[in-house]
């Protein structure tokens, strides 16, 4: 078992619909949970990133953490065409004074006009 | 745009060959990080450099080497080329702070080994 899960999809929605990306995962160290979104030919880009559990709203993207069932989700309301990416999820827990990101596989968001 | 470069874009090798790949990172940053990703997964960790020391490292075979230099731009060298090694190489720079860092990718180098 991958200590972070991640369905690779592809998900496709219309323009405007919401959206619901999601991972789970093993490792209870986990403290920093984040967000990333990759373009084709492109290095990712932090969308954003929350400690520990609760929510976080930045925008149109909503993110939120469940500890206790090892369980994250990000939102994006109003999806645009130009929202279509992957979206890879990462977890870190402090290894050595840094925090090293385990990375999800990514799933590949398709938002049709 | 991030602020950090890599070079070369592309780069086909054959196996056993050694390649070097080389990263400038963002204005300000001291701490460089290298990441495999191979088609249909995610960022795998190789390893970290801070301040020019390695600082963390990934579960990576001893052929993969990094070097930080004085300006913090960074190279990773990967020894003994083998046909699993073909991936997008990505490296992340960030400035470290005692807590989590926004590493900030670069576009990466994507290598193909035949």
């Known amino acids: 078992q991958k200590e972070v899960e991640q369905d690779p999809g592809p998900l496709s929605v219309p323009e405007g619909a919401i959206v619901s990306l999601n991972c789970t995962y093993s490792n209870s160290a986990f403290q920093y949970f984040m967000w990333y979104r990759q373009y084709s030919r492109k290095g990712p880009e932090l969308l954003m990133y929350?400690?520990?559990?609760g929510n976080k709203e930045d925008g149109r993207f909503t993110a939120q953490v469940d500890k206790s069932s090892k369980y994250i989700s990000l939102f994006i309301r109003d999806s645009q065409p130009s929202d279509s990416a992957t979206y890879l999820c990462a977890m870190s827990a402090p290894s050595g004074g840094s925090y090293i990101p385990t990375f999800g596989r990514g799933t590949s968001l398709i938002v049709h006009p | 745009e991030t602020g950090v470069t890599q070079s070369p874009t592309h780069l086909i090798k054959t196996r056993g060959q050694q390649v070097t790949l080389r990263c400038s990172s963002q204005?300000?940053?001291?701490?460089v990080s290298w990441y495999q990703q191979a088609l249909g997964q995610g960022p795998q960790f190789i390893f970290q450099?801070?301040?020019?020391?390695?600082?963390g490292r990934g579960n990576f075979p001893p052929r993969f080497s990094g070097l930080q230099f004085p300006n913090y731009s960074s190279e990773l060298n990967v020894n003994a080329l083998e046909l699993d090694d073909s991936a997008l190489y990505l490296c992340?720079?960030?400035?470290?702070?005692?807590?989590?860092?926004?590493?900030?990718f670069g576009p990466g180098t994507r290598l193909l080994v035949l």
């Open positions: 204005s300000g940053h001291n701490t």
């Open positions: 450099y801070y301040r020019e020391e390695e600082n």
């Open positions: 929350t400690y520990s559990s």
């Open positions: 992340a720079s960030s400035l470290k702070s005692g807590g989590q860092e926004t590493q900030y």
